[in-house]
């Protein structure tokens, strides 16, 4: 029996094999990432019906496509739709995705799993030749409401802060890029996006120690107060943590190891926009979260505007004040599609409780006469 669905430019039969229509908007920027990008050959390490492998082979152009799943019953489908669409060209392999990955490698590899990719992050950092995409379900451990889960699967003690979703970005980043290294590659983050139930990180990646070594440069650990919700970041591979924080005296903890270094590539993204507007697939949703990623400041974490606000018995404006306001001080401030409500800023604290506590109308701040301009 057969159950038909259209999604981008390809037709596919998804009876029994797993098919989520949520993820569409995730494959709509995997097709636009490998158009920017360029790629040739891919692996759908995980292809399930093969909905992302197939539409990357037809609406990105790539020449050389393999499918790969450990199920019977995905392969056959992968086949049925491969033909259905044309694209008899694809190559469909039925393995254990990580002994494909130990056995052969790839320009780009896609991991698009159940849950957590974990189990596959070190045979696909050998694999991998140029790019590395990662998709997270198990944004529970990675965030820190799950934290054994999170440690057991990356090795990182996530806290559970008002920055989550980007914490787990982050932690996922880390043990990317740990595994990376470990075979003496290098990653760029390129596009880094938690969207709905999931956390998708687009990975360039450079040859060699040298490169390993700079990107673990990126790495360190990030010091959390419980109380007032300050954080600082610690880079390096030790963490000299006074577990005080430094503007309230609470208790502060400890997140990491995990990825300090920048997560967005505005250059590469701004193709991948360029792709997608351009293409039959165009989202607007699509076309929006990459214009969200590409104009955030990329610094690490934000602020959730309306806990500040709670926190300095604020009266709430918006956050979109907030940055202005931030940004008329002289200071870097922008949105990020993290949150709604998520300021990202290079100003201290104590700068945020100012701006947030100045008597009205706030608009008298403006004018740069502050002496806490940077
Ligand atoms: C979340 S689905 C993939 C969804 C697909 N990429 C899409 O966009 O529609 C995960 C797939 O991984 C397959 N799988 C699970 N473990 C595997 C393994 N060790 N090797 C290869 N395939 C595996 C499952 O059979 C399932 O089809
Ligand atoms: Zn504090």
New binding site residues.
Partial sequence: MAEMVVEGAVTLNVEG????PR?RL??DLGVAMVRALGISDYL??????G??GLRVAKEAGAAAVAL????PR?VALIRENARLNGLVGCEVLS????VLLHQRRFEAVDL???GSPA??LAAAARSALDYLFITATDTAPLCGAHLKSGIRKYMAVPVKAEHHREMGARILLGAAARELARVDKGVRPLLTHATDHYVRVYLGIAKGAKSADRALESMGYLEQCRSCGLWRTVSGVGCPSSGKCSFCGGRAEVAGPLWLGPIQDPGVIGRALAAMEGSAARSDRGVRLLQACADEIDLPMYYDHHRLCRRFKATPGTASDLVEELRSLGWSASRTHFSGVGVKTDAPIEVLREVLTAPPPRSGARGGSSSHGP
């Fill in positions: 094999a797993f098919y989520n993820m995730n494959r759908d390490a995980l292809a399930a019906s909905a992302r790969n799943d450990v199920s995905a393995s254990n995705a990580n698009d799993p159940f189990p596959f």
